[in-house]
């Protein structure tokens, strides 16, 4: 007798682009004639609704606080490091694995099929061979950490679906202290259990970019989208960091209706201290006039080595 399977789909899907995509990939999903459970932390459309088989909505997305557990990256130049950290909002995608292992745990299929909405279904890009491996499954995570399970895509059998629905705790998580984020978390889970994991097979070229993908230049540069590319831009509550330039530049920054006129050297780092700075400032730079806001959803800290 054939086994018995169905999609898992995470998603979070707050903006019409994304949307499409989760409509796209369950259509490419429903060839399979695999039952759908969807599930989603906002309400979803009728056009979506109608497509799956389960649907799990839970409006109490579990963002952890500052303070509790914070996702946290870092960059050095030159004699400064420049951090950022936000609100960890990694453990809402281990819920959403456990409301799912919770649901399924008695229903009957032998095989849990995980996925994330914005995985690329095309057959030249997801690897779909995987969607028939009968046994419990996971790969490499979407950074191309080869020793970090992926939260992309992973299979589990019933016995390993119950383990996961019993053992994944939001207690459990904040009480890893050492910064990790849900991937560890759920690495740590799948060698605890003895689940397959394959290095090889990675997912880090398989995703549309809407969930998790990291780009160094919107994280640490205030100027990214915009039209200057000569340098970067960073800040913190109390400074500005004018970095990476890439030739001499003369550049006025307004802060506190306080102009600042200042001649940035090719390659040299210039910090502007403040120890006041308003939520926003003004850059002015060639033809370009920009307002730069401080972001509402991270921390920012410069500091000097």
């Known amino acids: ?65 500052k303070g509790e557990k914070v996702l946290w990256w870092w960059k050095t130049y030159k004699n400064y490091r420049i951090n950022r950290s936000w609100d960890d909002t990694s453990w809402t995608a281990i819920n959403q694995i456990k409301q799912i292992s919770n649901f399924l745990s008695n229903e009957d299929y032998d095989y849990h099929i995980f996925l994330n909405y914005d995985l690329i279904m095309s057959p030249d ?85 809407f969930f998790g993908n990291w780009h160094e230049d919107r994280v640490f540069n205030g100027l990214y989208d915009r039209k200057i590319e000569d340098f970067k831009l960073f800040f913190g509550k109390d400074n500005i960091l004018l970095y990476e330039s890439k030739k001499d530049c003369e550049v006025e920054i307004i802060a506190n209706n306080i102009n600042y006129n200042i001649n940035l050297k090719k390659d040299t780092p210039y910090l502007l201290e403040l120890f006041n700075l308003p939520n926003s400032f003004i850059i002015k730079y060639k033809d370009v006039e920009e307002e730069i806001e401080y972001p509402k959803d991270s921390n920012n800290k410069i500091e000097k080595l």
């Open 1 to 65: 007798m054939k086994n018995k399977r169905i999609f898992c789909v995470q998603s979070y899907c707050n903006t019409p682009e994304k949307l499409d995509v989760l409509y796209k990939n369950l259509l490419h999903l429903k060839k399979y004639n695999y039952p759908i459970l969807l599930h989603s932390y906002l309400s979803l459309p009728d056009f979506i609704v109608e497509i799956v088989d389960y649907l799990i909505i839970d409006k109490d997305n579990p963002i952890i606080e």
């Open 125 to 209: 890009k997801f690897q779909e061979r995987l969607i028939e491996e009968n046994n419990s499954f996971s790969g490499s995570t979407l950074s191309g950490d080869l020793d970090r399970t992926s939260l992309l895509f992973f299979i589990l059998n019933k016995a390993d679906l119950k383990f996961f629905a019993s053992n994944l705790s939001l207690e459990d998580y904040l009480s890893k202290k050492d910064g990790r984020m849900a991937e560890d978390y759920f690495h740590d889970k799948v060698m605890q259990r003895g689940i397959l994991f394959e290095p090889n097979i990675r997912f880090s070229d398989s995703i549309q970019g």
